[in-house]
Nanobody, 121 residues
Framework: QVQLVESGGGLVQAGGSLRLSCAAS??????MGWFRQAPGKEREFVAA????????YYADSVKGRFAISRDNAKNTVYLQMNSLKPEDTAVYYC????????????????WGQGTQVTVSS
């Protein structure tokens, strides 16, 4: 049974940092990504990474502030979030797929339950 379990969310002041983790079990995935959904808004792409870590994509809104990485030995992907802003407040979801690296959420096959990130001003 495939499972993606996120952790690391919480409450942080603007300008602060958090690191999210997503542990996969049941199989390994060559492509993994992070998405987020704020209240009243649609889910949006945040970052994605390929197997080797050499290929990464970022949303323009997080470039230079967030960094996605992975530890294949632990079957875990991370999202380091720095210089957080109130507009980063959302539920953050980990996703995984087999196939080409993509920023499109509907192309991902597996999703975690989400972790809440709240950034206070």
């Amino acid at each position: 049974q495939v499972q993606l379990v996120e952790s690391g969310g919480g409450l942080v002041q603007a300008g602060g940092s958090l690191r999210l983790s997503c542990a996969a079990s049941g199989r390994t995935f060559s492509k993994m990504g992070w998405f987020r959904q704020a209240p009243g808004k649609e889910r949006e792409f945040v970052a994605a990474i390929g197997w080797s870590g050499d290929s990464t994509y970022y949303a323009d809104s997080v470039k230079g502030r967030f960094a996605i990485s992975r530890d294949n030995a632990k079957n875990t992907v991370y999202l380091q979030m720095n210089s957080l802003k109130p507009e980063d407040t959302a539920v953050y979801y980990c996703a995984a797929r087999v196939g080409l690296l993509t920023t499109i959420g509907r192309n991902y096959d597996y999703w975690g339950q989400g972790t809440q990130v709240t950034v206070s001003s």
